[in-house]
């Protein structure tokens, strides 16, 4: 940089910053594969602790050789890179683009060039950048000051065993414990979500499918960044969240009551176990007072009833919603149920 004083600027912004360059065979199929591929990799980084692999940052960083053949065909084509792409949705859309550039030369009878093009993602479209026909393109040279490097079996094995347990084994995992793919996926999607998981379900292991429901739709719900999960001042930390799953499993809190305890235990960072107690927030098992509440609302609603006897189970439904907005939300919904059938 320049000023005009005459004094020049040397930026030193990524002087000492490793360079790890990842290349991946020609075994990709589509720009969703490659866009997931990419995710991959951040996913992966991450884990490692080696980059925050933001890519609108340039920490992460994308290159794609695009290349088309005829459906059968062994042979790969042409192909082009493309660079400038800096999110996961430029990744797919600049291989799309390039894809369909290509097919349009190679049905109206022309030839891919082999050549570097710049993704321009404001207007959709590729540019040429430079051509790159034979190796000695690339500037290729022997560097004398650079030894070859020996990496023994003995230092990989090492390296292996320093290793966290990866996305893809964790997933494994999770799904081989009973958890949905799609739950799995979001819990493996960043390093602090997994261990907050597993922290949780080491304090209730008995409920490991509600621990997973209530982490991803009520904790990841109120955290910008998942990986604020790692942070001792998280409000509500995964050894909290497993005893409101307990409490609400064992019948002292409904789910509503839980949602209502979760929301005051991440603003007041606090408890649940601390909030029922001095406030007497748990349900109401007292089936004396549950089974006034459940003859009132039956009383004032003979034509429910009505339609409940006739064989509409769904009506349940209905009166078991009046019984809890008649207690407040604290009747036990099991001891409602059975009264109400009753």
Known sequence: IHDASGVSFVDYNRAGVPLCE???????????????????????????????GNMEEGSLRCDANVSIRPRGESKLGTKAELKNI???KHVRDAIEHEI??????????DKVVQETRLWD???????????????????YFPEPDLPPIAVDQTWIDRARQ????????????????????????????ERPIGDYFDTAVA??????????????????????????????????????????????????????LGKDVFARMWKEKRRAADIVASESVSL?????????????????????????????AKVMGFFVGNVMKETGGKANPKIVNEILRK
């Open 203 to 256: 304090a209730a292991p008995a409920h490991p499918k509600k621990i997973a429901n209530w982490l991803i739709n009520e904790v990841l719900g109120r955290v910008e960044d998942a990986r604020r999960l790692a942070e001792a001042a998280v409000p509500v930390p995964p050894a909290a969240l497993a005893e409101l799953v307990d409490l609400i499993e064992k019948g002292t809190l409904s789910g509503k």
């Open 22 to 52: 990842i290349v991946s065979e020609a075994d990709i199929r589509s720009a969703d594969e490659a866009a997931e591929y990419v995710r991959a990799i951040r996913t992966l980084v991450r884990y490692l602790g080696i980059s925050d």
């Open 284 to 312: 109401v098992s007292d089936v004396a007072v549950i089974e006034q509440a459940c003859q009132r609302v039956v009383e004032r609603s003979p034509a429910e009833v009505e339609r409940y006897r006739q064989g509409s």
């Open 86 to 88: 800096n999110s996961f």
């Open 121 to 139: 993602p404001d207007r959709g479209i590729s540019a040429p950048m430079r051509s790159k026909e034979q190796a000695h393109d690339y500037r």
């Open 162 to 189: 320093s290793l966290p347990e990866l996305p893809e084994a964790r997933y494994a995992r999770y799904t081989a414990a009973g958890l949905s793919a799609q739950d799995a996926s979001a819990l493996v999607a």
């Open 100 to 109: 369909g550039r290509q097919t349009i030369l190679l049905e109206r009878g």
